[in-house]
């Protein structure tokens, strides 16, 4: 399978507490977009990185989030005391600037829940 | 008021029947505008994409988008079970660095 794939899929969580979240793009796509969507809502920009290299992040991610996109391959977001309101699907999607950088392919997700 | 609005359904609809979708938007920087499909606890697959004004027709699925009217719209046609999903539209443009902006999802019932 050559898509884009995120792991893990589930993760339950005790307020908090750090967790950690992977993706991996689709090879060769240099631009990767981290999203968040809650039940009912469509997902919503969280961060972007073209390369290895973080260019723009959401007003929603705040102090307690971090990503890192080391040697432009897999993504790592995390987030750090975890509170009930991060209970989210977290996607995340790849491009290929040169051809088209809406035309984004997402992951299956990591569904958070904070208890 | 959200960037871009979406009726959230359900619309159910019988086997055969041609579904329409709709997005308003109120950016009028938005140049690319796509559609997802969605199944439960999935993500998003990306079903079509437009540039500008205009339709674009890939199988049974048609996107239009009137940009003077900040309105984008896709069709099923010949509908089926396997279709049923939600719909989520998305625009962006170059400038903001095609970060995607999402409608809310239109939940969709096609009855055998």
């Known amino acids: 399978d050559t898509g884009v794939s995120q792991d893990p899929r589930h993760k339950i969580t005790k307020r908090g507490q750090n967790v950690t979240f992977r993706c991996d793009p689709i090879?060769?796509?240099?631009?990767l977009y981290w999203y968040r969507q809650t039940l009912g809502q469509g997902p919503e920009f969280l961060t972007y990185?073209?390369?290895?290299?973080?260019?723009?992040k959401s007003r929603l991610l705040s102090d307690r989030f971090s990503a890192e996109r080391p040697k432009g391959s897999f993504s790592t977001l995390e987030i750090q005391r975890t509170e009930q309101g991060d209970s989210a699907m977290y996607l995340c999607a790849s491009s290929l600037r040169e051809l088209a950088g809406y035309e984004q392919y997402f992951g299956p997700g990591t569904r958070l829940t904070v208890t | 008021q959200k960037e871009v609005e979406q009726d959230p359904g359900p619309l159910s609809v019988p086997e055969g029947a041609i579904v329409s979708l709709n997005c308003t938007y109120s950016n009028s920087a938005f140049q690319y505008f796509m559609w997802y499909r969605q199944y439960s606890r999935k993500g998003p697959e990306l079903l079509m994409y437009t540039y500008s004004s205009g339709n674009k027709e890939d199988g049974r699925f048609t996107a239009q988008v009137d940009k003077s009217s900040k309105y984008i719209s896709l069709f099923i046609r010949d509908s089926q079970p396997s279709d049923s999903a939600t719909y989520l539209c998305a625009m962006s443009d170059r400038d903001s660095s095609y970060k995607l902006i999402f409608g809310s999802g239109t939940r969709l019932l096609v009855r055998p």
């Open positions: 090879s060769e796509h240099n631009r």
């Open positions: 990185f073209q390369n290895e290299a973080q260019l723009e």
